[in-house]
């Protein structure tokens, strides 16, 4: 009995040196793990860049959804909070859609058609054409929405849904 | 006292209730939330993009390294390991480089001096330049290393961190 103790106590002792092994931790404290979701929806699978959003849209012959936003901006916070919390708009992206929300511009200047601003939101066909022809309700700023057009964010998914058919 | 319980079941209802919504869960089951880091150091903070990477390291002035990787490609994965665990690479990168890993390759063909394979590590100065000079031991694949090169992707850590002086 004592011996299986001893052991166990060896034991132990070998499962928290290696717990701690290889765990570097910065001087100011440990920090939570950062999320490709952003706080856009952890349940959705998210592309990491334009290049791969483009490459999982034609293979799998659904539209991009492209989301820009900023951490510090409030209107782009108000959003994703109602956003998020959509079970409606996170199912129809998780099932036909392949998703992307970006903190940086890319270069492809067809993703600013009328500027570069956040939160907006453009669809792109899986032919690789942007959908421009998909727009909220505010002229000056075309590609933005506030909290309250969830429903008219959900008209317009239904739309990029329809794909284009391609004349290649 | 009955009141009392009764309103606190009201309470706890409400929180149950509250907890639950806005929670999509995937058809195939929750799914554990998607990181930056994607193994390769959970308590560093990565760019999502490489134009975020060169906007981070430009404006902080600290060089850039750019790991390009695969999930599924085994030599990736036995690199990583290695990588995630010491405590001295986590350190530099954390306090003296801007990092970005990505499984996608990116427009700029200077980030594939000698072609596009994983694991790919390319070093890139705030002046914007990519370091196609620091280069591993494979004349085959130049930017390319094992998990037994440790000690060489150290020192060219430190060839990086000697910035080149921007000639603007």
Same mark, same amino acid.
């Given at each position: 009995?004592?011996?299986?103790?001893?052991?166990?106590?060896?034991?132990?002792?070998?499962?928290?040196?290696?717990?701690?092994?290889g765990k570097y931790i910065p001087k100011s404290g440990k920090r939570i793990p950062q999320t490709l979701s952003r706080g856009w929806?952890?349940?959705?699978?998210?592309?990491?860049?334009?290049?791969?959003?483009? @490459?999982?849209? =034609?293979?799998?012959?659904?539209?991009?959804?492209? *989301?820009?936003? &900023?951490?510090?901006?409030?209107?782009?916070?108000?959003?994703?909070?109602?956003?998020?919390?959509?079970?409606?708009?996170?199912?129809?992206?998780?099932?036909?859609?392949?998703?992307?929300?970006?903190?940086?511009?890319?270069?492809?200047?067809?993703?600013?058609?009328?500027g570069k601003y956040v939160p907006r939101f453009l669809f792109v066909d899986p032919t690789m054409t942007v959908r421009a022809d998909?727009?909220?309700? @505010?002229?000056? =700023?075309?590609?933005?929405?506030?909290?309250?057009? *969830?429903?008219? &964010?959900?008209?317009?998914?239904?739309?990029?849904?329809?794909?284009?058919?391609?004349?290649?």
């Amino acid at each position: 009995m004592k011996m299986i103790k001893a052991m166990f106590s060896v034991l132990l002792v070998l499962v928290a040196v290696s717990s701690t092994f290889g765990k570097y931790i910065p001087k100011s404290g440990k920090r939570i793990p950062q999320t490709l979701s952003r706080g856009w929806g952890d349940q959705l699978i998210w592309a990491q860049t334009y290049e791969e959003g483009l @490459y999982w849209s =034609r293979s799998k012959n659904k539209p991009l959804m492209v *989301l820009f936003h &900023l951490e510090d901006c409030p209107h782009s916070q108000a959003l994703k909070k109602v956003f998020a919390e959509d079970d409606e708009i996170q199912k129809i992206l998780d099932e036909d859609f392949i998703v992307l929300n970006l903190v940086y511009e890319t270069v492809d200047k067809n993703l600013s058609p009328d500027g570069k601003y956040v939160p907006r939101f453009l669809f792109v066909d899986p032919t690789m054409t942007v959908r421009a022809d998909i727009t909220s309700r @505010y002229s000056n =700023r075309m590609y933005t929405y506030e909290p309250g057009d *969830l429903q008219l &964010l959900k008209s317009n998914m239904k739309k990029a849904k329809k794909l284009l058919k391609s004349e290649l």
